[in-house]
Every structure is written in structure tokens, then in C-alpha cells.
């Protein structure tokens, strides 16, 4: 018989570094999950990521135990690692920050695609370029 779902939380957290401080441990706390149980876990799960910010996706069961999945970075994230930004533009429109070729783009495009709501890579594409555009960061025009 399959557990009863509770809830299920996204969380945004550091790889191989998340702790029970704010946000997480509030979180997980108000749904009597064992907190430092689910930082062991994700911190083994992603100690090879060390330095990227990554979603995990948690659900909590009745019985106060946990499942967890660990998505791809933010867009936003492989952007600034690619350019090694310490940040977006505070405003985008006037201010610009970068340059993603048509190539950053594409591998950018092609390591989120599992988790975009896009069919191909060409839609993937436009999303990651919309997100560097939001971003101050200019996207190099022209077709591969």
C-alpha cells in the first residue's frame, strides 16, 4: 500500500551545505519532519554540486517521513556561473552585466531541459534567453 502524501514543499538550498537554520527548518518543523535527518540526506546527495543553489522538491508523508528530488539549477544560476557573475543587473533594461553567446545558450538550454516545460531544444532556448534578457544580460544574435 502506498504511504498518504501530506504536502510537498520546493526549497531552494545550497548543495552539500544546507543546515536546519531558516528557511528549511521552519519548513520541515511545522510538518514534524526529523529536520537534520533530511539535511544529511540532501547534503550527501548533492556534495558533488558543492557551490551551486538547487531546488529540491520534498514530499512529506503522513507518518512524518520524506522523499526528496533534486532538480537542475535556476536558469538564472547556470547563467551567472557561465559568465561569473557575482549577480543579475539591478536594472536590466539600461544596465547590462554579460553576454551569452549563441553556444553558452544552447548548453545552457541543453542541461535544463528536463526540467523546462519546453517540447525542444529551439523553445528550450528561448526560455534560458528570456531569463538572461531579465537578467541584464545581453544574448548574442544570430542563428547556429
Not at 502524501?5 to 520546493?10: G, L, N, S, Y
Not at 526549497?11 to 518543523?29: F, M
Not at 539591478?90 to 528536463?114: S, W
Request: proline residues 6%; glycine residues 8%.
Amino acid at each position: 500500500m502506498a504511504k498518504a502524501i501530506k504536502t510537498t514543499v520546493k526549497v531552494l538550498l545550497p548543495a552539500g551545505a544546507a543546515t536546519p537554520a531558516p528557511p528549511l527548518g521552519p519548513i520541515l518543523g511545522q510538518h514534524g519532519v526529523a529536520i537534520m535527518d533530511f539535511v544529511k540526506a540532501y547534503n550527501e546527495a548533492t556534495a558533488d554540486k558543492k557551490g551551486e543553489v538547487l531546488p529540491a522538491l520534498i514530499t512529506i508523508y503522513e507518518d512524518r517521513s520524506f522523499t526528496f528530488e533534486i532538480k537542475t539549477a535556476p536558469v538564472s544560476e547556470m547563467i551567472k556561473k557561465k559568465l561569473s557573475l557575482p549577480k543579475g543587473s539591478g536594472v536590466p533594461n539600461r544596465d547590462k552585466v554579460g553576454k551569452l553567446t549563441q553556444a553558452q545558450l544552447t548548453e545552457i538550454a541543453e542541461a535544463k531541459m528536463q526540467d523546462l516545460n519546453a517540447n525542444d531544444i529551439e523553445a528550450a532556448r528561448k526560455i534560458v534567453a528570456g531569463t538572461a534578457r531579465s537578467m541584464g544580460v545581453e544574448v548574442e544574435s544570430g542563428k547556429n
